[in-house]
């Protein structure tokens, strides 16, 4: 029997083991639009007076980031975050992206084979003969999963890099290892048992 398991965004179901690990943090340091930084920024002569002269009288600094307090500072960010998770999972249908994918199942009760162990609804991948890796995301934590430690670590470095090469932080030290007794996530504590299945 595999292993079956519940988090905050959705059930899956892995024929080897559960390895989640925590990847990535975000904060409030998304670009601001550039047609708002002009408006952007505060007046900090009195702090900076030796600037002012003949040729400088009022010394500005401006925003190029979210701002706090401004209102639609958190619409920029969860915008900006989405777009980001999906430029991490990229192009599923290339067979050497760890998300990789070629077959959607349907588990639906009524169906000639049903069955009640297994997700309603999963991707698989075909070519490995194993549900597809996947990450997921609570508030501001990111976790990745797969069937096995290289599909875990496969997974891991995909989305570490795109989060660099997006330019946003990744919490390095945060990381621990592919794991099946992971920490508590999302209001839940979850022990995968290879052969047994998840406990949640």
């Not at 890796?133 to 430690?149: E, L, M, P």
Request: overall charge positive.
């Amino acid at each position: 029997m595999g292993t079956k398991f519940l988090l905050a965004y959705g059930r899956f179901h892995f024929e080897k083991c559960l390895r989640i690990n925590l990847v990535w943090r975000y904060r409030l340091n998304y670009a601001l639009d550039l047609d708002i930084r002009q408006y952007a920024g505060v007046d900090i002569t009195e702090l900076d007076a030796d600037k002012v002269g003949s040729t400088c009288k009022r010394v500005l600094e401006r925003w190029t980031r979210s701002l706090m307090g401004f209102k639609p500072s958190p619409y920029v960010c969860t915008q900006t975050f989405a777009w980001s998770e999906e430029i991490i999972v990229g192009d599923v249908s290339t067979s050497e992206n760890p998300f990789y994918w070629d077959k959607l199942v349907l588990n639906l009760s009524g169906m000639e084979k049903y069955d009640p162990t297994m997700p309603r609804v999963y991707r698989w991948d075909s070519i490995r003969g194993v549900m597809a890796s996947f990450f997921g995301t609570y508030i501001n934590n990111n976790r990745i999963g797969g069937a096995s430690k290289l599909a875990c670590n496969n997974t891991l470095r995909r989305v570490a890099s795109k989060i660099n090469y997006l330019g946003q932080q990744d919490k390095a030290r945060k990381r621990g290892q592919p794991t099946q007794t992971p920490r508590p996530w999302a209001g839940a504590k979850c022990i995968s048992v290879e052969g047994e299945g998840l406990y949640v």
